[in-house]
């Protein structure tokens, strides 16, 4: 009997989702909007990440050896980096090595090949490459540097830009969140205010049928449960389309992100699919739960049972 | 048994719609409530089907005080008492058929009981040969049957009908309340409320006359006295 119930519940919310097709379709609109800004917090957090960790990879923090700098001395120099907190690995680049790398680097460039030859002699510095545990950690080493850049061996250091980077581009990922939350915020209150007005409306053209129900000894339940079922309707529409429709947002989004890292570091859609069930999971469920809230208050208000 | 104990209903900011009204309606009586408008006839039928919560005073019927009802017991009250109101308040978008057919749905009944109930009460009121057209389809008086089959699908105890007659030509009428006599026949308590004077004489049953929410008259086999 509850099953019947039920089915007959799902009809009738279903029936009613259909008969009000404008006024569930402007419903579904507002639940979408909501679901795709929250949806670009997820694009936006993940993009922040992979810059985050792509200038990690790239941040070096050098030290430039004298070039008459003696084996024990750089031994001891890297021994006491490799100490600092926070430092991961410290690595010995040497005169040659950079030679090659830099040759390497530049071989296509002829001027600067040009420009080698002409010197005659290898012009670079060893040089030692600290590494850190965490991004967060940098801040921290570089201090500790700043205090050992007057050790003997040490001939200059490059880090101080680093900083200035790290720093930026925190305040940036921390504001286009901020930014993106509020608008989410904004969006769920609007969805509530537009499932609660939908609720409202769908009670006021069912007057008839709800006295009717009342009448004839249906219980506060199944007089109720159509409209919260009708809210979760909402929810499970929603959730559908945001699907329908993120994909292809997120496939015109790929070739940019692909081109601005690297395709291999930044797959937007592969981090959707791998997420799949968690990300529109959720969002289905707490869509569910603002729809439901939204429509128990409407109920509660505008149907005396 | 339906007893109403000095019941006072005192709406905002001080109305009496009832006022120490006291009456009481055997199992299987006929009994027409008569009396003008604002008297109090409705406020009564609102407050046996546990719409009104009254100010002071008991209802019961048989044992059961429900004036004490929980919210979630009022459905179970309603089950036992078939309601007829003036307005017929059929759904316009579904057959009679249908219309009867919902009253059980909605009370979470099988449709296998529903398929054999139905056509058994739309033909009581002597409408199975239309039980697929539409309320619009038919007369206001074979609107009002389907009311009435409606009211009888929970087989109730009682059957409460508040001014049946109130939207129909004297035949039509005549024909409702013929009806009614032969669903009392079968042992329904039925208690009419009606200011229809012609109906109530004709009757030659109980007549309860209430003025100001108060029963100022009750005769056996009465007649309208207003």
Known sequence: MILLSTIRVLKFAAQDFFRNFWLSLVTVTILILSLFSINFIIVVGVISQTAITAVEDKIDLNLYLIPDAGEDDIAALKSELERLDGVKDVSYISKAQALEAFQSKHQANQSIQDALREVGKNPLSASLIVEARELNNYTAIIDSLNNLSKHAVIESQNFDDHKTLLKTMSAITARTRQVGILVSLIFVAVTILVVFNAVRIAIYTHQKEIRIMKLVGASNWFIRAPFLAEAIFYALAGTLVIIVIFYPFLQLLQPYLGAFFNAESLNIIAYFNHNFITIFGIEFLAACLINTLASLLAVGKYMKV | ?226
């Open chain 2, 1 to 226: 048994m339906i007893v109403f104990e000095n019941v006072t209903k005192l709406y905002p900011p001080n109305i009496k719609a009832l006022d120490e009204f006291s009456l009481e309606v055997k199992p299987g009586e006929f009994v027409s409530v008569v009396g003008q408008s604002g008297t109090g006839k409705t406020t009564m039928v609102r407050a046996l089907i546990g719409e009104e919560r009254v100010s002071s005073g008991k209802i019961k019927i048989g044992d059961w005080d429900i004036t004490r009802l929980r919210q979630r017991e009022v459905p179970y009250l309603r089950r036992q008492i078939g309601v007829i109101f003036q307005d017929f308040k059929l759904l316009p978008s579904k057959t009679l058929f249908e219309n009867v057919a919902f009253a059980m749905q909605v009370c979470g009944h099988l449709p296998s009981k529903i398929n054999t109930i139905v056509p058994q009460v739309l033909k009581l009121v002597g409408l199975e040969k239309k039980i697929h057209r539409y309320p619009q389809e038919v007369s206001g008086g074979e609107q009002q049957r389907v009311v009435i089959a409606r009211s009888l699908v929970h087989h109730p105890k009682i059957l409460l009908a508040d001014e049946p007659t109130g939207n129909l030509d004297s035949i039509n009428a005549a024909d409702i309340v013929n009806l009614l006599e032969k669903i009392n026949k079968f042992g329904t308590t039925v208690i009419l409320v009606t200011h229809n004077k012609d109906i109530v004489n004709s009757l030659r049953r109980r007549v309860v006359t209430v003025d100001a929410g108060r029963v100022i008259s009750d005769q056996k086999v009465g007649k309208y006295i207003l």
